[in-house]
Structures are given as structure tokens and as C-alpha cells.
């Protein structure tokens, strides 16, 4: 497996995994099948590994812990810290509002060492921008948990260019997690600019459209009752139909190359630049197989250029979120 750098710290697969959706917002499944994932993830070289204290609640950091406790030497775990979550709940409904405040980054970044049964946690994460605290505070916040080494490096998530730079004036930030994909355009300009000059990776999550690009996804009934991207406005039948027309497109080129369509949209994101490293969700050993051998797929410029125009983002039917949720997004 190849490998790239999120800021200076961190040496990790250029491909890492997203643990997310082993239990939750896309149904989940038993907990047996997710370890043989994650060890299997293990052995074909991944070793960044992505979860937050907010799947579940909690359970996706309990699973990944007891998953990775043999392979603790080897793998780069990465958590988020951020939303207002009740403690007596354990499913949707806990989360409710933003909390960055400095001591409440503290408490759940001693409750996140417990739940992964570790004594460090290799990237800590703002999970969404807290309007609510100076971003300075917050970091301030993380940064104490470095120098007590309870923490190796800080990430933020879904944040704006501005306030990256405000952060990393703070204490440097050695990576930035956004949604970013064929279909998601958003951190392109300003956000990748700003990673790129102050040398800090960038993390797509769902760089596979929440699996609507690996063409899959035909209709809501390929997807379960309880399947958070039911209520996203992309997957509402009108819009659905339109971006299917979209991944068609993909599909066919990707066959054109002897490849699968997931396999495409993830070698268009690694060839937006070496310091940018998805973390694809894969529940199965096969999906999983296929997203790592992306890293080898080679993409000409022309290629690339291609995808550009084929999604470009005005062709894209719906927003990314209901309205609540894309209030925590950053504002360009």
C-alpha cells in the first residue's frame, strides 16, 4: 500500500477507512462481520482508520478499539469530538446542537481513550466549527491534550479556509476533513489551497458520494428503513434520477478502463494532490478490496479533466444535507 503524510506527523495509507457506517446512519451490521473487515483492512495495508465518538453514539469507537487492539502498533485511529450528545442515548436522537467548549473537548477525549482502550490518539478532530467558541480557545483546548500526550495531532472537520488559518496559528494542524468526491466539489479553491500552502493533509470523507458513485445505488429501495441518506436531498427520487444519469457516464468510462466505477472516483480524488488521503466506507471484505486497489488506478490529466466536466457541480441535482446540517458546513 502506498503511503502519504498528513502534516508532519503522521505517515499513513493513501487509502484509509472510514468505520462510520459498520454501525451507523446506513443500517450498520453484526459486529463479527465488521472485525473481519477492519482485520482485513489490516493485513492489505490500510492503517488509518476513522471514527467519532458521534457514530452510534459511541458503539463505532468501541468496535474499532476491540478490532484494533492487536494491531494498536501498526495503525494510525483517528476520532471526533464536537456535537452535544445525551449519555443515557444510544441511537439518532442524542445528538443535538454543537459543544467545543474547552472543557468539554477534554472530557470527550477521555472518554474516546476508554471507549478505543488506548493510551493515545493518533488525530483528534474538531468533528463541526462550534460558532458558538473562538476557534482558539478550542484548539488551545486540543493542544493541552498533545503536550499531556493523550493526543498525537489535531484535525478539524468541515472547516473554512479562514478559520483553518486561524487554527493553525494556534497549534498546527496536521489535517482537515471535509466531504470532497465527484459529486461534492465544495473544499476546491480556497479550502485545498490553504492545505496545500501550509502543508496540511486533506481527508475526503465519502469520497464515493455516500456510495452513489460506485453505481450501486439505483433507487431508495437499494437502501435500508433506517438509512440516513433517505432524508438527503440527493437521494430524493427527482434528484436521484438525475445524478444517476451523471454516474452512467462514470460507469462507462471506468469500463473503458477495465475498472470499477468506485475504483475511478477514487483515483480522480488522489490525483487532486499528494497530500490528500480519503477513507472510502467499506462494511465488506470485497468493497473493501476493490477501494485499496484504487491507489494503483493512473489517471492521465486529460482523464481527470474529463471527470471534471462530466459532474461538474452545476450538473449535480440536490444539496448535500437538509437544511439544519448544512448549517454546520463552512461558508466559502
Known sequence: MKTRKLGKELSVSAIGLGCMGMSHAYGGQDEATSIRTLHHAVELGVNFF????????FVNEEL?????KPHRDKVVIATKFGFKIDLEKRDASAMSGLDSRPEHVREVAEAS??????????LFYQHRVDPNVPIEETVGAMADLVKEGKVRALGLSEASADILRRAHAVHPIAALQSEYSLWTRDPEGDILD?????????????????????GKIKSTADMSEGDMRRGLPRFEAENMEANLALVRLVEEMAEQKGIAAAQLALAWVLAKGDFIVPIPGA???????QNAAAVDVE?????????DDMLAPEK???ARYAAQ???WTPKK
Open 283 to 289: 462494511r465488506k471484505i470485497p468493497n473493501l478490496e
Open 194 to 214: 490553504t492545505c496545500r500552502e501550509l502543508g496540511i493533509g486533506f481527508v475526503p470523507f465519502s469520497p464515493l458520494g455516500r456510495g452513489f458513485l460506485t
Open 113 to 122: 481513550l476508554k471507549r478505543l482502550g488506548i493510551e493515545v490518539i493518533d
Open 325 to 327: 446540517a448544512m448549517a
Open 299 to 307: 489517471l492521465t490529466a486529460d482523464e481527470v479533466q474529463k471527470l
Open 64 to 68: 474499532v478499539g476491540k478490532a484494533l
Open 50 to 57: 476513522d471514527t467519532a465518538e458521534v457514530y452510534g453514539p
Open 316 to 318: 449535480i441535482a440536490g
